[in-house]
């Protein structure tokens, strides 16, 4: 219910004004207090006929003809203030079920407003009345189509009815343990991340408070239940209670028919494994080529693989797979390609020929839930971003056209992103060709390298002391290329280790130095 001392927002009021980390679709500006048609977009926001998660009323600030928010906004009188929480007490009573939304007031820019925090509700359908201060009322179901609250008719009433009690599961109750398996540190880490009010006041409160406040803890009092979202991200190791939750990175060097196979798993908080699966990632499988070339200054430079691509697949998998399934999400890293696998594909309405062109939009989201938390945590953009963005990274470095698959049961979901052709490893046919693109980086590297020398002792002879940019600008680049070899190949992180000269390196050699070479 409303509670007469009125919480603190779990996320970033302005980012919320300015829809930085919510859609404008999921927030209702309200110039003043109109009791009818609140309530009726409350409605709307409870009933989460596509399962985003609910909303936002903002009762105290216009906005253009655009649905943007006008500033300084033009606020409420704080005598009115009062009155309109009574009020909006009396209105939530009147909803079928009783349903209350979280309130907070706010002061921005020196005015005055209360906004309205309406998660997707747990029983719906809910329904309003027509008109609150009738005498004889008529209720009805609303829904948001787009960025509008409208009566649920026909067939959309019908699928509303269907959606009884089919709350996502990201929001359900795990009642297999208590309130204390979540973190509160982890709780104000993540208010404090987001520069969230709440953090200044969540060490006074319980976990079970904070957890009410941040919409992670529910049922009665007696009886309170931690959500399946607020384990995820806010308990240290959520493979207790869900085995599937982690990131498996698998890589095949030598290719999948290859002997050697390097695999390293990420677990933890959900945030957290995304983040360490991305740099580690970043830190050992992604590299970038300098290609120079001799009738232009100009360089050509390219990624493998785009960061920004391997981050929107594996975050879109973490997002949109089903943790009621073991199976983790799993990264394969090859010579020729980069693919995201997660469990189960897009739902049925997703059509596979929008899904291939990025123009896929789902009928409704699989986890409400974990996409806000991913949202303010900037892991994550709008509303079906992620394979438009997937294909603009790749286009923009240059590479080939991503694949995005499934099967006709839908049971998985495939990403699949192919090399960069300049990252592919040279063969000998064709190293005359390209030999003279390579960088002055690796021209150097090739200089010095004499015999097979090790890391430390290549380092010393170009004058270098960053082992990273040393790895990234030098060693990487020539490995790609064929230019250079290591003396265990199976064993690419041996203290043993040692580099030695190819076969084409040293015909770049002689070609550079004036030799001819037949």
């Known amino acids: 219910m409303l509670q007469p001392t009125p919480p603190k927002l779990p996320i970033n009021l302005l980012d919320l004004l300015h829809q930085r980390t919510v859609e404008g679709e999921r927030i209702e500006y309200k110039e003043g207090w109109n009791p009818d048609a609140i309530l009726r977009t409350l409605c709307a926001f409870a009933n989460d006929f596509e399962n985003l998660g609910g909303g936002y009323v903002v009762i105290g600030q216009d906005c253009d003809a655009n649905g943007q928010p006008v500033f300084p906004p033009k606020g ?19 909803m079928q079920p009783p349903y209350f939304p979280v309130l907070s007031l706010e002061v921005v820019q020196g005015r005055h407003l ?41 067939e959309a009433e019908q699928e ?19 309130v204390a398996s979540l973190s509160k540190p982890l709780m104000q880490a993540f208010l ?14 319980s976990v079970e408070a904070l957890g009410r406040q941040m919409n992670v803890v529910g049922g009665p009092a007696e009886s309170p239940w931690p959500k399946n979202v607020g ?21 095949f060097p030598q290719g999948t028919g290859g002997d050697v196979i390097v695999e390293k798993s990420f677990q933890g908080p959900l945030s957290r494994m995304v983040r360490e699966a991305l740099d580690y990632l970043q830190r050992n499988y992604l590299h970038e080529t300098v290609a120079k070339h001799p009738q232009r200054a100009e360089a050509t430079r390219a990624w493998n693989f785009p960061f920004a691509a391997v981050e929107e697949a594996l975050v879109n998998a ?38 291939r062109t990025g123009r896929a939009v789902s009928r409704r ?31 923009a470095n240059g590479s080939p056209e991503p694949v995005f698959e499934t099967d006709d049961e839908r049971l998985s979901f495939v990403v699949r992103l192919p090399v960069h052709p300049l990252a592919q490893p040279i063969t000998a046919e064709v190293t005359a060709e390209v030999t003279a693109e390579v960088t002055a980086e690796v021209a150097r590297l090739l200089g010095v390298l004499q015999g097979e020398m090790p890391r430390a ?26 230019l250079v070899e290591r003396t265990m190949p199976d064993k690419p992180n041996s203290k043993n280790q040692r580099y030695r000269i190819t076969a084409s390196g040293t015909r770049w050699l002689r070609q550079h130095a004036g030799e001819r070479v037949d």
């Open 365 to 395: 989201y699989r986890n409400r839930r974990i996409g806000e938390f991913l949202k303010e945590l900037r892991l994550t953009e709008g509303r079906a971003t992620g394979i438009p963005k997937i294909l603009k990274a790749m286009r």
């Open 192 to 205: 404090q991340e987001v520069d969230s009010a709440l953090a200044a006041d969540a060490a006074d409160l």
């Open 76 to 94: 409420l009188a704080a005598n009115q203030l009062d009155k309109i929480q009574r009020e909006l007490l009396a209105a939530c009573q009147l």
């Open 231 to 251: 384990l995820l991200f806010f308990n240290e190791a959520p493979t207790d209670f869900f085995p599937g939750a982690q990131v498996d990175v698998v890589a």
């Open 318 to 355: 973490v997002y949109h797979r089903t943790y009621e399934s073991h199976d983790p999400v799993e990264v394969r890293i090859g010579p020729d390609e980069l693919v995201v696998l997660s469990y189960p594909g897009p739902d049925r309405s997703v059509r596979l020929e929008d899904l």
């Open 457 to 482: 002792s290549l380092m010393d002879a170009v004058g270098l002391k960053h082992a990273e940019h040393f790895r990234k600008a030098y060693l990487l680049p020539a490995l790609a290329a064929g």
């Open 114 to 154: 209360v906004v309205l925090w309406a998660p997707g509700g747990q029983n719906r359908p809910y329904k309003v009345p027509e008109a609150v201060t009738a005498r004889h009322k008529v209720w009805y179901p609303y829904i948001r189509r787009y960025s509008s609250t409208v009566q649920a008719k026909g």
């Open 160 to 178: 509303l009815l269907s959606l009884t009690a089919k709350v996502p599961w990201d929001d359900r109750f795990c009642q297999a343990t208590t």
